[in-house]
């Protein structure tokens, strides 16, 4: 079992900035990589970024790249995702998720956080 405990949402204005952070406890030796996915109302959680364990093999959303930047920091089980020109369309509960060696390949993530509320106003 892993337990993620997300941290860091809020209201910001749009234009603004947000860091979330994800801390891992639990089985994360098995962990083969960590994302950020997000869910707004009406709407299908979708994916935002992943990092594998090691801190490379970084993926993200077309509708974040070059906006969001994902990080590790492995010695605190910690990822965070670095929110930035954020738009009201970012809006949405952000989910931190981790991924087993089992599903490595696959688009399943075995843990999940319980989220945390980014709402940007515009």
């Known amino acids: 079992q892993v337990y993620l405990t997300e941290s860091g949402g809020g209201l910001v204005q749009t234009g603004g900035s947000l860091t979330l952070s994800c801390a891992a406890s639990?089985?994360?030796?098995?962990?083969?990589?960590m994302g950020w996915f997000r869910q707004a109302p009406g709407k299908e959680r979708e994916f935002v970024a992943s990092?594998?364990?090691?801190?490379?093999?970084?993926k993200y959303a077309d509708s974040v790249k070059g906006r969001f930047a994902i990080f590790r920091d492995s010695a605190e089980n910690t990822i965070y995702l670095q929110m930035n020109s954020l738009e009201p369309d970012d809006s949405g509960v952000y989910y931190c998720?981790?991924?087993?060696?089992?599903?490595?390949?696959?688009?399943?993530?075995?843990?999940w956080g319980q989220g945390t509320q980014v709402t940007v106003s515009s």
């Open positions: 998720a981790d991924q087993q060696a089992g599903s490595a390949g696959t688009e399943k993530f075995d843990y």
């Open positions: 639990g089985a994360t030796r098995n962990s083969y990589a």
């Open positions: 990092v594998h364990w090691t801190g490379s093999r970084i």
